[in-house]
């Protein structure tokens, strides 16, 4: 089985530490307006989440793909909306993002494989 779950959520948790204990205002506004812009509200979590899992995909950002597919794995999606996310993902986004969709079916893979 892959570490690259563990890998990632040990790593991420350990630089948001540090780069939030350096209390920059603006830096700890944005994480603040992140943490609340994926909150329930007109549009439902798992909705939202999928937006992130999208963008996150269009703008190739692995970390913020891996984030958005452990959140929408933690939240119960299943594979197949996933997947039909990341088809939305690579339409938009073009071919450029196959590197990052492969990545990503990887990851969901060391998720589902954790259970």
């Known amino acids: 089985m892959s570490n690259s ?11 948001n530490d540090k780069i939030l204990a350096d209390n920059n205002k603006i830096i ?11 909150a329930e509200g007109a549009l439902d979590v798992k909705t939202k989440e999928l937006l992130g899992l999208v963008a996150s995909t269009v703008l190739r950002c ?11 794995y933690k939240l119960g999606l299943k594979k197949e909306e996933v997947v039909e996310a990341l088809g ?5 986004g073009g071919t450029i993002v196959i ?3 492969r990545r990503a079916y990887e990851f ?8």
């Open 28 to 38: 700890k506004r944005i994480f603040n307006l992140d943490t609340n812009a994926f």
């Open 5 to 15: 779950v563990q890998e990632f959520n040990d790593y991420r948790a350990k630089m």
């Open 99 to 101: 590197p990052h969709l």
């Open 62 to 72: 692995d970390d913020c793909v891996k984030y958005h597919l452990e959140t929408s």
């Open 88 to 92: 939305i993902a690579t339409l938009v």
């Open 108 to 115: 969901w893979d060391d998720l589902e494989s954790q259970s």
